[in-house]
């Protein structure tokens, strides 16, 4: 059983399209998280959820739209996609905000 | 501005000996440091941690040792076996804001195994 699931693991699209990136975790766990791994290979954290409340918002342009239809799912949506949103994007789950994040196997977007 | 650095990429070590991963932070506010492996198309899984009112933690083959004054870590692993062979990601922690734990990651250092 995987605890924390992403969909799709790979991505490619034409710049401008539209896209979202599904998250479901099995853990039980209130809280969430995507984290974006850029080309030099650090993982930012982009938003957190807590019991389906955004609470950490990063500095992240405002066509990247988070949506947390329940504890269990945390998607994300893209609009009119870039060249430089190309990478590998990453959701978590913990327990509580403060608890131990447990990541799933990543997406990796490639926008052509 | 990146607040947690890993400055070896990579790191080759023969089976059986000490491997020593190093991680160097500039934020004096990070009171909380964990250590991520990541095996290839897999998330990364937890694997120690250490507060800043500690300089040592230890799980097993696992030592995590923190220099507060020289802001820096480092994650002993001994002895060294081929499954360690990962990318292990530093990360660092400043405490609660607006309710959660924000993680600051390096950019990770790739550890190979050789027999």
């Known amino acids: 059983d995987t605890a924390v699931s992403q969909t799709p693991k790979y991505l490619v699209t034409q710049m401008g399209n539209d896209k979202s990136i599904k998250c479901e975790q099995n853990?039980?766990?209130?809280?969430m998280y995507w984290y974006k791994q850029d080309s030099k290979k650090f993982l930012k954290i982009m938003f957190s959820y807590n019991n389906k409340e955004l609470i950490i918002n990063e500095t992240v342009p405002n066509r990247f739209s988070p949506k947390s239809p329940d504890k269990a799912h945390l998607n994300l949506h893209i609009n009119s996609l870039e060249l430089g949103d190309s990478a590998v994007y990453f959701c978590?789950?913990?327990?509580?905000?403060?608890?131990?994040?447990?990541f799933g196997p990543g997406t990796r977007l490639t926008v052509l | 501005d990146q607040q947690v650095k890993q400055n070896s990429p990579s790191l080759s070590v023969q089976e059986g000996r000490i491997s020593i991963l190093n991680c160097d932070y500039t934020?004096?506010?990070?009171?909380?440091f964990l250590w991520y492996k990541k095996y290839p198309a897999e998330g990364p899984t937890f694997l120690i941690s250490i507060s800043s009112i500690k300089d040592k933690n230890e799980d097993g083959r696992f030592t995590v040792f923190l220099n507060k004054s020289a802001k820096h870590l480092s994650l002993h692993i001994v002895p060294s076996q081929p499954g360690d062979s990962a990318v292990y990601f530093c990360?660092?922690?400043?405490?609660?804001?607006?309710?959660?734990?924000?993680?600051?990651f390096g950019q990770g250092t790739r550890l190979t195994i050789n027999p």
């Open positions: 934020n004096s506010m990070f009171d909380y």
């Open positions: 978590a789950s913990s327990q509580g905000p403060t608890d131990t994040q447990y």
């Open positions: 990360a660092a922690s400043g405490g609660i804001i607006q309710g959660a734990q924000k993680l600051v």
């Open positions: 853990l039980g766990h209130d809280t």
